[in-house]
């Protein structure tokens, strides 16, 4: 009885646990893995930093994911739907009026007006046909995209931030100001230089190209020197490690608060 009790428990220590892999059977036939967690986290880390080259740093992944998430929660909200079907078609009417009353007034007031902080359109051009028709449809569009991104209920309030930039971004490029042939102003500056305009900017489109290519700093940042054109207020440099610099600026008045201000610039979006 002894004999069989310890072949049960050699049997016992024999078996691996349940849940557990062993290699113990396969080294004989297989050689070992080259794929260990650390090798796989550097080919994650080597492939995140190769798409970011082409996706200026952002996660394409989150985008599409909140996309996803606005669309199926918006098709399941029927009131919302048909609220913003509404909103379409309302926005469709007031340009159709608008462009019958261009045929009759060429200065005739606009459907929407930009927001106070968009000065795209100031020029005077954009208030004659058909360039108005061009900003107003813009304009009508943009505030459409505006609700419908940010008013779906179930959505939220991080998704629809995400949701309301990656649109606007998307909607500022097809911009028609940003074309040659449906922007008034530049227009009138290519007849009035001759197309002038249009060879300076191609030169400065070339020379921006050859920097990028060559590695080399954007034109004008010679002029943005620390010390010398920026940050010339007196002070000396405190504490400094590999990621920041602690600067202490010397008073410029006579009476200072017995407490030191820190102010702590953007660390992004600098000169």
């Not at 008045?253 to 702590?264: D, G, H, R, W």
Request: proline letters at 7%; aromatic letters at 10%.
């Amino acid at each position: 009885m002894r004999s069989v009790d310890r072949n049960r428990r050699r049997v016992r220590r024999d078996v691996p646990k349940a849940g557990v892999a062993s290699d113990a059977s396969s080294g004989t036939f297989l050689p070992p893995s080259t794929f260990s967690p650390e090798v796989a986290r550097t080919l994650d880390r080597m492939f995140n930093a190769w798409m970011a080259g082409y996706s200026m740093g952002l996660d394409p992944r989150v985008f599409a994911l909140v996309a996803l998430d606005w669309w199926v929660k918006l098709s399941w909200s029927p009131g919302t739907h048909a609220r913003l079907t509404e909103k379409a078609i309302r926005k469709c009417f007031q340009l159709s009026a608008l462009s019958i009353q261009s045929l009759i007034d060429r200065e005739a007031p606009p459907a929407i007006e930009p927001l106070p902080q968009d000065h795209r359109f100031d020029y005077a051009g954009w208030r004659k046909p058909p360039f108005n028709l061009m900003s107003q449809s813009f304009l009508l569009a943009q505030q459409w995209w505006a609700n419908a991104t940010t008013g779906v209920p179930a959505l939220s309030e991080r998704r629809k931030d995400i949701m309301n930039f990656v649109v606007r971004q998307f909607l500022d490029v097809m911009s028609p100001s940003n074309s040659l042939v449906t922007n008034p102003e530049v227009l009138d500056a290519t007849v009035r230089e001759r197309g002038q305009n249009l060879l300076r900017g191609y030169e400065n489109w070339k020379d921006d190209w050859r920097r990028l290519v060559a590695g080399r700093e954007a034109a004008g940042m010679d002029r943005f020197r620390p010390g010398r054109d920026v940050a010339i207020t007196p002070g000396k440099v405190v504490f400094r490690n590999h990621l920041m610099e602690l600067i202490q600026y010397t008073p410029s008045t006579s009476q200072v608060y017995a407490e030191p201000v820190l102010i702590v610039p953007a660390w992004i979006m600098k000169y």
